[in-house]
């Protein structure tokens, strides 16, 4: 009661100064403290008052210990209980006329979603909404999925329908989909290359040496590949490949496509693949790694990837959306087909057999994040968003 009452005079000393309100929306606290902190702090110091808006979890203090107002919101990252959902619609909508942002900064399907629905019944000055993959809804098939996507289809029409909207897309596949949906248009879209990278805590550094490690770094989905990476270790090992395999990442169990703990378990008692969990510390992790594999099914613009390329690492990865983007093919990396074991494990082991083209490889990564992908671009790009959306108002 204290810290709410503290943060609605809060509110009221910003709006007798005429700050303006930023309000950022995702679906998970920690997911915005790894993608979307350097933008928040760099609003505040152009003057915005930041607001976040996520559901409760443990990162929910370090939120508030930077200084950011937090919103609690009854929202769940792969729930499909409809009074649920439309609980989440309507909290999100509770948040926005509690604040009336002057932007609001969506991130993510469900928060892109609902908050678009949201922005439209509520005083919201203007909506980045920001579109980092369109997920499995578009990648799975299935008469269920086939209708679910007419679903979603149908509500970022709605969504982003809001006129002083800006939607920003990773890759040109997602946004071509959605401007071929109706969804957008272009002059309303824009392109941001990932959530960029500090390219002074992930710097070069040459390879260790010893047993080469293979990493895969991210959750640990289906459709993030994790299947075909474990398969392909497999192989590889059976053809007397010396090399270690590990997995760095957390099994999620609110998304349908996650692995089993018995299955990871099953793995590792196999000796196929090592599992350290999640890392708050990945540039020790791409220190330690000699190769960064990801054979995601789709993807917005994998955060993994830009860390691998600043770091000086040689990646694989599948020919999808958002990961074909995420590198130079033949010359940061190789690109292998979607759901396909032996070609990934191929490509695998022809960079452990040749190390002066994996190097070479991990040199021009690190010449492409600093033309393309470095933090600082890709906040500068999200302030002048902020800036023309309160131009339009």
Wanted: hydrophobic fraction near 45%; include cysteine; glycine fraction near 8%.
């Amino acid at each position: 009661m204290q810290n709410a009452f503290r943060d609605d005079l809060a509110l009221i000393e910003d709006r007798v100064g005429m700050k303006p309100v930023l309000l950022i929306v995702g679906n998970d606290a920690k997911y915005f403290l790894s993608h979307r902190l350097p933008v928040a702090e760099a609003a505040r110091g152009k003057g915005y008052q930041v607001h976040v808006a996520t559901p409760g979890g443990p990162y929910v203090g370090e939120i508030c210990s930077k200084g950011f107002i937090h919103h609690e919101l009854p929202l769940s990252r792969s729930g499909t209980n409809p009074f649920r959902e439309f609980k989440a619609l309507l909290g999100l909508l509770k948040v926005f006329w509690r604040v009336r942002p002057d932007i609001v900064h969506l991130v993510t399907i469900k928060p892109v979603l609902y908050g678009g629905i949201a922005a439209r019944l509520s005083p919201v000055g203007g909506v980045l909404a920001a579109v980092p993959g369109l997920g499995f809804i578009f990648t799975a098939s299935g008469k269920k999925i086939r209708l679910l996507r007419k679903l979603v289809s149908f509500m970022y029409r709605v969504a982003l329908g809001k006129r002083n909207l800006i939607a920003v897309f990773q890759n040109p596949d997602d946004q071509k989909t959605l401007i071929d949906l109706g969804a957008i248009t272009s002059a309303r879209s824009a392109r941001i290359r990932g959530s960029g990278v500090n390219l002074a805590e992930f710097h070069y550094r040459p390879e260790q040496s010893g047993v080469p490690v293979v990493t895969f770094a991210a959750r640990l989905l289906r459709d993030k590949g994790v299947l075909e990476f474990v398969h392909a270790a497999k192989l590889l090992l059976g053809r007397g490949v010396i090399a270690r395999f590990q997995l760095v990442g957390d099994v999620d169990a609110g998304n349908p496509t996650s692995v089993g703990v018995d299955e990871l378990n099953e793995w590792i008692r196999e000796r196929v693949v090592e599992w350290s969990g999640y890392s708050s510390a990945m540039s020790d992790v791409m220190a330690q790694s000699n190769l960064i594999v990801l054979p995601s099914y789709r993807e917005g613009l994998p955060k993994v990837l830009i860390e691998a390329a600043a770091s000086g690492r040689a990646v694989i990865t599948t020919d999808v959306p958002g990961c074909r983007d995420a590198i130079e093919p033949n010359v940061t990396g190789l690109l292998v087909p979607v759901k396909a074991v032996e070609p990934l494990a191929d490509a695998i082991q022809q960079l452990l057999k040749d190390d002066r083209c994996r190097a070479a490889m991990g040199r021009a990564g690190r010449t492409m994040a600093e033309q393309v992908f470095s933090i600082d671009s890709v906040v500068e790009k999200h302030l002048e968003i902020y800036a023309k959306l309160r131009h339009n108002v």
